[in-house]
Nanobody, 113 residues
Framework: QVQLVESGGGLVQPGGSLRLSCAAS????????MGWYRQAPGKQRELVAQ???????RYAASAKGRFTISRDNAKKTVFLQMNSLKLEDTAVYYC???????WGQGTQVTVSS
C-alpha cells in the first residue's frame, strides 16, 4: 500500500500561482503513473493531469497551457505547478497512483479576490 501526502494548497488571487506536491511512500514510485485530480463543491472528481513512469504527460483541456505536472523519482514526489489561476480552479486537489488506485487526502486550493 502506497501512502500519499499532498501539500502546497492555499488561498491565492486570480492570476496567481501555486505549486502542489505529493510525496509517496514505498520503493516502487518510479514505476508508477501518477495523476492529479480535483473536486469542486457539488461536482464530481475530475482529472487534471497525468504523468507516466517515463515522464509522458497528459492534461485536461482546462489545465493545458497553465498547469505543469512533473515528478522527481529520487524524492518520490509528483508536482503540479499551477499558473494563471482562475476562480473556477477552486477545488480540493488529490494525487493518485494510477496503477494502484491509491489516493492522497487532498489539499485545498482556493482562488479568490
Amino acid at each position: 500500500q502506497v501512502q500519499l501526502v499532498e501539500s502546497g494548497g492555499g488561498l491565492v488571487q486570480p492570476g496567481g500561482s501555486l505549486r502542489l506536491s505529493c510525496a509517496a511512500s514505498g520503493t516502487m514510485f518510479s514505476t508508477y503513473a501518477m495523476g492529479w485530480y480535483r473536486q469542486a463543491p457539488g461536482k464530481q472528481r475530475e482529472l487534471v493531469a497525468q504523468i507516466s513512469n517515463i515522464g509522458i504527460t497528459r492534461y485536461a483541456a482546462s489545465a493545458k497551457g497553465r498547469f505543469t505536472i512533473s515528478r522527481d523519482n529520487a524524492k518520490k514526489t509528483v508536482f503540479l505547478q499551477m499558473n494563471s489561476l482562475k476562480l473556477e480552479d477552486t477545488a480540493v486537489y488529490y494525487c493518485k497512483v494510477e496503477d494502484l488506485g491509491s489516493w492522497g487526502q487532498g489539499t485545498q486550493v482556493t482562488v479568490s479576490s
